[in-house]
Nanobody
Framework: VQLAESGGGMVQPGGSLRLSCAAS????????MSWVRQAPGKGPEWVST????????YYADSVKGRFTISRDNAKNTLYLQMNSLKAEDTALYYC??????????????WGQGTQVTVST
């Protein structure tokens, strides 16, 4: 099982980034998928989850209205479109298989992470 994130970078406040997560080694279209982030010195923070079919997204209040999770099951890829970025969005962003406490406690597969830095 492998998850590989990409698309991170440095952006000014108000800017946008699109993260991608390429999945392999499991039946991607059967699994709920999530995005989690971790800022320096802090614990993991759940960002968003999407069901296997891609029609039911869920968001943390901190990103609702600014971030959009989606997936392309034909390409085994998960996405996170991030708009109106704020300094407090700065973190290492991970995609993870599954949802809930199992994800936050790393009992499921995580990728290696991609850094997002929002700064002037």
């Amino acid at each position: 099982v492998q998850l590989a994130e990409s698309g991170g970078g440095m952006v000014q406040p108000g800017g946008s980034l699109r993260l991608s997560c390429a999945a392999s080694g499991f039946t991607f279209n059967s699994d709920v998928m999530s995005w989690v982030r971790q800022a320096p010195g802090k614990g993991p923070e759940w960002v968003s989850t999407i069901n296997s079919g891609g029609d039911r997204p869920y968001y943390a209040d901190s990103v609702k209205g600014r971030f959009t999770i989606s997936r392309d099951n034909a390409k085994n890829t998960l996405y996170l479109q991030m708009n109106s970025l704020k300094a407090e969005d700065t973190a290492l962003y991970y995609c993870a298989r599954g949802a809930g406490i199992a994800v936050l406690t790393r009992k499921t597969t995580w990728g290696q992470g991609t850094q997002v830095t929002v700064s002037t």
